[in-house]
C-alpha cells in the first residue's frame, strides 16, 4: 500500500500569514494513464470533509484562490497564501492512484 | 444542488448487520465510481470500499474484505454499504463520496454506526 506522511502535523499560524503543508509518498504516484491522482481535503471541526484541490494542482469550485497545490513525483505542498479563520482545521492529503486509496495522517492548523 | 445522504446508521452488537444507504441528488449519478470512507472517534480518514459505475467492480480496504458488500442501484440514484460481522473496530462515522479523481465530489453528513456490546 501507498503510505503518505505529512508534515507537520500540527501548524499554530497567525491571522494574514501564509501556511505550507508537505505530504510525502512512499512511491511515485503517476498513473498509467499518466496522471497524478493526489488530492487535498479540508475538515473544519464537526463538519465532513471537503475536496478543496484535485490532481495536485486543481482547485475546487468555490475554494478560494489562497489555496493552492503543487508538487510531482513523490512531493507534495498544500499553500494558504494568507490564513483565515475560516481555515481552522485538519488537512488531509489523499491519493487515487492504485488500491486502495489512502490519506495522510493530517495536519491541524490553528490559530496562534 | 449535489448532494449525498447517508442513513441507516445506528447502534449494533459485535457481530451483528447494519445496511447503510446513501441518495445521490444534482449529478449523474451512473456515471461515477462511488466509495464509502470512514472515521472513528478522534482519528483519520480510512478509504473503506469503492464501486464501478456499473456495479461490476468493487475494491475494499483489507479490514472490511468479507465482512462488507458495497452494492449500487442507478436507477434509484442510491449506493448502499451492507456491513455484516460488526467489531468494536468498525466503529466510525460513514461518509458516501464521489470518486475524487475526476473532480472535486460531494460527501454525505455522514452517519454514525457504533459497535458496542
Known amino acids: 500500500d501507498i503510505v503518505l506522511t505529512q508534515s507537520p502535523l500540527s501548524l499554530p499560524v497567525t491571522l494574514g500569514q501564509p501556511a505550507s503543508i508537505s505530504c510525502r509518498s512512499s512511491q511515485g504516484l503517476v498513473n498509467r494513464d499518466g496522471y497524478t491522482y493526489l488530492h487535498w481535503f479540508q475538515q473544519r471541526p464537526g463538519q465532513s470533509p471537503r475536496h478543496l484541490i484535485y490532481r495536485v494542482s486543481n482547485r475546487a469550485s468555490g475554494v478560494p484562490d489562497r489555496f493552492s497545490g503543487s508538487g510531482s513525483g513523490t512531493d507534495f505542498t498544500l499553500k494558504i497564501s494568507r490564513v483565515e479563520a475560516e481555515d481552522v482545521g485538519v488537512y488531509y492529503c489523499?491519493?487515487?492512484?492504485?488500491?486502495?486509496?489512502?490519506f495522510g495522517p493530517g495536519t491541524r492548523v490553528d490559530i496562534k | 444542488e449535489v448532494q449525498l445522504v447517508e442513513s441507516g446508521g445506528g447502534l449494533v452488537q459485535p457481530g451483528g448487520s447494519l445496511r447503510l444507504s446513501c441518495a445521490a441528488s444534482g449529478f449523474a449519478f451512473s456515471s461515477y465510481w462511488m466509495d464509502w470512507v470512514r472515521q472513528a472517534p478522534g482519528k483519520g480518514l480510512e478509504w473503506v470500499a469503492h464501486?464501478?459505475?456499473?456495479?461490476?467492480?468493487?475494491y475494499y480496504v483489507d479490514s472490511v474484505k468479507g465482512r462488507f458488500t458495497v452494492s449500487r442501484d442507478n436507477a434509484k440514484n442510491s449506493l448502499y454499504l451492507q456491513l455484516n460481522n460488526l467489531k468494536v473496530e468498525d466503529t466510525a462515522v460513514y461518509y458516501c463520496?464521489?470518486?475524487?479523481?475526476w473532480g472535486a465530489g460531494p460527501w454525505g453528513q455522514g452517519i454514525l454506526v457504533t459497535v458496542s456490546s
Open positions: 489523499m491519493h487515487g492512484t492504485q488500491w486502495p486509496f489512502t
Open positions: 463520496a464521489r470518486d475524487p479523481n
Open positions: 464501486i464501478k459505475e456499473d456495479g461490476s467492480d468493487k
